[in-house]
Nanobody, 117 residues
């Protein structure tokens, strides 16, 4: 079955860290750019970070720049989102998505991240 599976979410205190993983099953990520998105309750889904198929170029939103880092390990068919200095406003469901065209056409089910004391 072709799918993306996110993991690593949970409850963390402000200032803490989490590392999210996005693993592909049924296909290889080698030829895909991967993005992380998030959606907080009552808000629209927003872009967080992305990485090209080779890993040579990354993009991060201004809201997480300097705190979040995206990376990939194609040998493990996995992309990571390292999140440091977490804030309550980072609370959301985090999704990964893959694309080999301009459209993000493969999505995971999401993992909940809650930042709270």
């Amino acid at each position: 079955q072709v799918q993306l599976v996110e993991s690593g979410g949970g409850l963390v205190q402000p200032g803490g860290s989490l590392r999210l993983s996005c693993t592909a099953y049924g296909f290889t990520l080698d030829n895909y750019a991967i993005g992380w998105f998030r959606q907080a309750p009552g808000k629209e889904r927003e872009f967080v970070a992305a990485i090209t198929w080779s890993g040579a170029t990354t993009y991060t939103s201004d809201s997480v720049k300097g705190r979040f880092t995206i990376s990939r390990d194609n040998a493990k068919n996995t992309v990571y989102l390292q999140m440091n200095s977490l804030k309550p406003e980072d609370t959301a469901v985090y999704y990964c998505a893959a694309r080999s065209t301009p459209v993000w056409d493969r999505w995971g089910q999401g993992t909940q991240v809650t930042v709270s004391s």
